[in-house]
């Protein structure tokens, strides 16, 4: 498993992309930490994560669930940010 961990700049970054892609290819499971927006869930998605974690739920979880819900059904019906299959 490729664990992304690391700043923001660093998780987001093409090089980060590429070791996914990479990982991914050799059969490896990829994982992003601290996915906590819908921007970041959607990289995570077009980075082709099999997983995520992060805080965002447990701040207010009542607001936040249906909103992480509604991102969740979103990354169903919207093209990725690389065109590349999730």
Known sequence: ??????????????????????????????????????RRLRIAQAFGCASCDGTYLAFGPDTNLPRLLAWMNELHTTPTLFGDEA
Do not use: D
């Open 1 to 38: 498993m490729l664990f992304l961990a690391g700043s923001t700049e660093w998780k987001t970054s093409p090089a980060a992309h590429r070791l996914a892609v990479e990982a991914r290819e050799r059969g490896l499971a990829v994982h992003m930490g601290r996915v906590n927006s819908r």
